[in-house]
């Protein structure tokens, strides 16, 4: 599988220094790298962020909003905790997260705050006593990471989500840290492009480490080419008048326990031919990022033992019209090659 997961028993601030500028993030009690998700229905790349805090000076916009805040409200600081007032704003915030979205708090971090695996800290904004606002991020040695803020939508123009990230930086510029890491964003998707205006911003190459942002070419990620790709075979396979279909994968990155044997697919798109047929085994052609190949193989669905899909039932995730929720095992790999039109040419030596 591509994603790799870390459940740490123990987190020295100076590895999870290490662990973040490796790009890993926290998502609950792990720690997890990937390069790729499935989101509204359709594949991006996952680009990691981070802002270096040294000599960083708040843009006008962002005082702006600073200054408001601060002459406005109630600022308090502290080791994160679950109370019912902050269980009550994720309850009206979560609607706007999308995919995989945890019950409560308490599954959403999914660690005991007394273990204290992770450093979890928490700036809370109130209105007289009223919590309007809170945000959640981890601290290391020498950098912090954000992690979730919540609002109260009634105060919407005060711009609460990004003034408690500005509060975090400015907490870690007093604490003489080196970088802020806000999470990743989805080139593609401007749902989380907020996290570009906060400043100059690095981004993490998985070969080559961290580099300014704005030298970010978004068609040399993985998820662009794959999509490329696929668009590319699409168009030969119509060209060649087979019908076809593509679909998501979404089960492409499940890990496999060893006790299922056989060659299960592995990529998150594909093409199923011939879809109005009602065979039992599907003709798939796609397209394998790490090898460079394309492939047109027979598959067929795989019942016998389904591993529990760790972020709960698909169907309440994804969207059945164009991703495949059921796993796929191959029986034949009929060809596998560079070439993609050997790949399609093959469909008339076969069928």
Partial sequence: MSTQFYFPQDLPP??????????????SNMLYRAQLTILYDSLYSIVRTRLPLANYTFK????????RCNSRFRIEMGRASITPEK?????????????YIAKNLEDYFND???KRIFDTREIRVYDG?????VSFFDQGEKSIASLLGLFNHEYSKFSLGTFTMLMEIQYGMAQ????????YVLPGNSDFDYKLRLGNMEYYNPRHGWHPFSNLKTETLQGEIIKRKMRELKAAL???????????????DLDIPDYMEGEFLTNPMFIHCYPTQTYTELPVVTYNFKKNTFSLGIYHHYTEHIPVFPMGPLESIFDRNNCWLVMLIAADIIIESEDMQRVVDQFFLYW
Avoid: C, V
Wanted: proline share 6%; charged share 30%.
């Fill in 87 to 99: 269980e009550a704003l994720y309850q009206t915030h979560k609607h706007r997260f999308k995919g």
């Fill in 129 to 133: 006593d009223e919590l309007i606002a």
């Fill in 238 to 252: 119509d060209q060649r008048e087979i019908p076809n279909e593509a679909y998501l994968y979404p089960l492409y």
């Fill in 60 to 67: 006008k916009r962002l005082r702006k909003i600073m200054n």
């Fill in 14 to 27: 100076e590895e999870m220094d290490m662990m973040l500028a490796n790009g890993w993030f926290r998502s």
């Fill in 112 to 114: 005991p705050f007394d």
């Fill in 176 to 183: 003489g840290l080196r970088y802020f890491y806000p999470g």
